[in-house]
């Protein structure tokens, strides 16, 4: 790399706790590995490697107090990371849920969650949840899908003002989680079942997403490497 451009890489320690951002390059010289010093993690006491002087940031600016990550085990088989930054006026939630990922259920999840997004108990339709996003100074949520490993990964993100940019006495990230919470736990249904509507709907929207994956050259590209390479798998 010729350039400064900013790019950077995370260090972690093993207890999940982001330690150092180092570059990703310097000038003229990739940065292949990262020299032993002295350092480690505040929360574990573990002695881990960090950065020559100049090309990570000071041990004492992320070790310091509160812990830039922050790993909460709600119940069993439930992990909340809370990553707190004053620097931005956004507040979001990824909300995820891990599934094997296995020829029979993939289609189903991945129509999951925007199934999930058509609709509510109290908010029946796409119209009215917008209406419910708008009233949250215009908060956002998205279905959220994709593929680590052997992991297919599915749930929501939400998106929203911090509660200290809103109008005095207006809040926003708690009636947002309601939402979330509603959307996740009271669908609409039908019968006891998903509103064949919305899932047909969907079901219409998935297929036309994968086959216009052949406009983009180079996903597809990547998408067939990978199924020549694990084909069976």
């Not at 507040?91 to 925007?114: G, H, I, Y």
């Not at 216009?212 to 084909?231: F, G, I, T, W």
Request: hydrophobic share 40%; with cysteine.
């Amino acid at each position: 790399c010729t350039d400064r451009r900013g790019c950077r890489i995370f260090l972690f320690c093993p207890c999940d706790y982001l330690l150092w951002m180092l570059p990703l390059c310097t000038v003229g010289n990739a940065v292949l590995g990262v020299p032993a010093a002295e350092g480690g993690c505040s929360v574990c006491v573990r002695a881990l490697p960090v950065g020559t002087p100049g090309t990570a940031f000071p041990t004492s600016e992320l070790t310091q107090g509160e812990p830039m990550i922050q790993t909460i085990q709600l119940t069993p088989g439930v992990t909340l990371r809370h990553y707190p930054d004053k620097r931005f006026k956004t507040a979001v939630l990824s909300l995820q849920f891990q599934r094997p990922l296995c020829r029979e259920e993939a289609a189903l999840n991945a129509l999951l969650s925007a199934v999930l997004l058509r609709g509510t108990v109290k908010n029946p339709d796409m119209r009215s949840i917008t209406a419910r996003l708008d009233d949250l100074y215009g908060a956002h949520i998205s279905p959220l899908m994709r593929r680590i490993g052997d992991i297919q990964t599915i749930g929501l993100f939400l998106s929203c003002l911090e509660d200290r940019f809103a109008l005095p006495g207006d809040r926003v990230l708690a009636p947002s989680l309601e939402l979330l919470r509603e959307i996740l736990l009271e669908p609409k249904l039908v019968s006891g079942l998903f509103d064949p509507e919305f899932v047909e709907s969907e079901k219409k929207n998935l297929i036309a997403d994968i086959e216009s994956e052949l406009n983009d050259k180079r996903s597809y590209a990547a998408v067939q490497m990978l199924r020549s390479m694990c084909a069976g798998d």
